[in-house]
T-cell receptor, first 114, second 112 residues
Framework: GAVVSQHPSWVICKSGTSVKIECRSL??????MFWYRQFPKQSLMLMAT?????????EQGVEKDKFLINHASLTLSTLTVTSAHPEDSSFYIC??????????FGPGTRLTVL | QQQVKQSPQSLIVQKGGISIINCAYE??????FPWYQQFPGKGPALLIA?????SEKKEGRFTISFNKSAKQFSLHIMDSQPGDSATYFC???????????FGTGTRLQVTL
């Protein structure tokens, strides 16, 4: 299957700092990427849909000023958690849609905010 | 109407047995039904997917059965192995530009 990478795989930061997570589609161009959040033993919760060259579409209840998403190229999307707090600690997973419609997921990033 | 209901929540199967996970949906606009496998601490991996124009799709030990009239689809894992122990998510989507709607997941444990 197609390869989607994420970096970093885990990050620990202090409360109040910002953290950037990168998502790359390695062997295809993805006009659409998605960002999910997953709590332990729960399903995936879509945070936002990112389209290359345009603003991200956020799901209801997701603060767009806190979770900044940039999709600068067809192979790279970034999620920046601004002014992180302990409640932002979670497993963040990106996904990229390979045309026409198959969706592949990255390995995830474990964020711990102290 | 956007929900996908998945059952069971957890499943224990002996090695060599058949694991069956079921999903049901209401939205008749759904036209793509993938299954994902997720190991702890990892992202979901696409296992197999089906579209409503076929009733069954098989890839190796994994088979999707699809019942359009009942609005149900299921994943069958034949000859289940301990390495299959993971969480499985069904999903559905209405159109290529739409987002995936996920089921709640099934934790499968395959015992020796």
């Amino acid at each position: 299957g197609a390869v989607v990478s994420q970096h970093p795989s885990w990050v620990i930061c202090k409360s109040g700092t910002s953290v950037k997570i990168e998502c790359r589609s390695l062997d295809f161009q993805a006009t659409t990427m998605f960002w999910y959040r997953q709590f332990p033993k729960q399903s995936l919760m879509l945070m936002a849909t990112s389209n290359e060259g345009s603003k991200a579409t956020y799901e209801q209840g997701v603060e767009k000023d806190k979770f900044l998403i940039n999709h600068a190229s067809l192979t790279l999307s970034t999620l920046t958690v601004t002014s992180a707090h302990p409640e932002d600690s979670s497993f963040y997973i990106c996904s990229a849609r390979r045309p026409p419609d198959t969706q592949y997921f990255g390995p995830g990033t474990r964020l711990t905010v102290l | 109407q956007q929900q996908v209901k998945q059952s069971p929540q957890s499943l224990i199967v002996q090695k060599g047995g058949i694991s069956i996970i079921n999903c049901a949906y209401e939205n008749t606009a759904f036209d793509y039904f993938p299954w994902y496998q997720q190991f702890p601490g990892k992202g979901p991996a696409l296992l197999i997917a089906i579209r409503p124009d076929v009733s069954e799709k098989k890839e190796g030990r994994f088979t999707i059965s699809f019942n359009k009239s009942a609005k149900q689809f299921s994943l069958h894992i034949m000859d289940s192995q301990p390495g299959d122990s993971a969480t499985y998510f069904c999903a559905a989507r209405a159109g290529t530009a739409s987002k995936l709607t996920f089921g709640t997941g099934t934790r499968l444990q395959v015992t020796l």
